[in-house]
């Protein structure tokens, strides 16, 4: 397997893909070359084009200081995201199975690109980092064209054309309580926003579409996780409006009593439903976490649940203190017990499968037996086939990933 130093262009829009064709990872500086004079053929204002050109510029550069330089264009999705950022490491992941990464030279056009830094530096180390800004005509830089180019940001289309549309479309269907309708989308939409909520909902939407498509049993636990919550409003609504309303407090703190019953088993089954996902990816390790989680989520309602008793006046004051200290022995436990799940102490089969690498970020091989009796992992060397074994105490568990000390 061969060790390179990778000049790295990244195209997180994917723009090659969509204009040009070609799907990345795009390996070696004719490639490079004739995708980037492809593209430009293509869209002559793309900006990405030119980070191609400016990418096989300093590739030549790149190559008096090492040695093993290459040169490589990394694409996304057409949306960016957690879209594009999953198959931006697909690609990565199909890169080192073919070479031995020994660092990365990033060229980006802008901030966009630029956030996948973080997703390379999880392989191996940055070098160097340029930024290629892109000289425009005056008539380019005109205001027409950059709010053009602005909504074609998703995040920003939605925000300027897709909630105006949805306002329009109610006041068209509703008429006279109109008013009202568009009040609750427009104030929804911006707590939504303001409280980065909205990136919340569209990561859970898309965990359950990745749910779907491969075929998890968690996918029924994230549904009902949906619904649980629904459906306590509606009885909790259901409450409130059977009331004679002779005191509000009373009546509102009633009616969410009721609703907390079906927010904790919603909050319970969605970490149940990335408990069961944690097997499936080989990330059990992390599965204390969510049975601390769980243990907390079950102690918070306690202590709320106790503290409308009191404010109903069904249960003494002193009901919420103790309550507390319960709730915080009940965590501290928990805590405890939750080491027992933590394997990034022990040797567990789990390991088995997982990619091991070195302190610098160099692709050691994969793991290929774990011994318990022995407290060792032993790893198949790619290159010679051979198998290295390694002690506990050599190597540590980081993001489901195996490094090797020293």
């Not at 005509?137 to 027409?144: I, L, N, R």
């Not at 939407?205 to 075929?215: A, D």
Request: some cysteine; glycine content about 6%.
């Amino acid at each position: 397997m061969k060790k390179k130093v990778f000049v790295v262009c990244v195209d997180r829009d994917n723009d090659l893909g969509r204009k040009a064709k070609i799907e990345g990872p795009v390996v070696g500086r004719e490639r490079n070359l004739a995708a980037a004079q492809k593209l430009i053929l293509a869209d002559p204002s793309e900006s990405d084009a030119n980070t191609m050109f400016a990418a096989i510029t300093k590739l030549e550069e790149a190559k008096k200081y090492y040695k093993n330089a290459e040169i490589v264009t990394i694409t996304g999705e057409g949306k960016i995201g957690m879209k594009a950022d999953k198959e931006i490491n697909r690609q990565l992941d199909k890169l080192e199975k073919e070479y031995l990464i020994d660092g990365w030279i990033v060229i980006t056009d802008g901030a966009e690109d630029n956030q996948v830094i973080p997703l390379l530096q999880s392989r191996a180390k940055i070098l160097s980092t340029e930024q290629v800004i892109i000289k425009q005509a005056q008539a380019v830089e005109s205001t027409f064209y950059t709010i053009k180019e602005a909504l074609k940001d998703p995040g920003i289309s939605r925000l300027f054309l897709g909630v105006p549309g949805l306002l329009l479309l109610v006041f068209f269907f509703l008429g006279s309580y109109s008013i009202q309708a568009v009040a609750l989308i427009a104030g929804a939409y911006l707590l939504l926003k303001g409280f980065g909520i909205e990136d919340r909902i569209v990561g859970f939407i898309r965990l359950i579409n990745e749910s779907i498509s491969e075929q998890r049993i968690s996918v029924v636990m994230y549904i009902a996780a949906i619904l649980l919550p629904i459906v306590g409003l509606w009885l909790g609504y259901l409450q409130l409006m059977s009331s004679e309303f002779i005191n509000i407090g009373i009546d509102v703190a009633s009616a969410l009593r009721a609703l907390y019953p079906f927010l904790l088993f919603g909050a319970i089954t969605l970490i149940a439903g990335r408990a069961v996902d944690s097997f499936y990816l080989k990330k059990a390790y992390k599965l204390g976490d969510y049975i601390v989680q769980a243990v907390s989520i079950i102690c918070v309602w306690a202590i709320v649940d106790a503290g409308t008793l009191v404010f109903l006046r069904q249960a003494e004051l002193s009901w919420l203190p103790a309550n507390i200290m319960l709730s915080f022995v009940i965590v501290i436990l928990a805590m405890r017990i939750s080491k027992t799940f933590d394997i990034r102490e022990r040797i567990s089969k789990i390991f088995v499968g997982l990619n091991v690498m070195d302190e610098s970020g160099n692709y050691l091989g994969k793991i290929i037996e774990a011994d318990r009796k022995k407290a060792a992992i032993i790893i198949q060397d790619p290159k010679t086939l051979r198998r290295i074994e390694k002690k506990r105490e050599q190597f540590t568990l980081n993001q489901g990933r195996i490094v090797v000390n020293g």
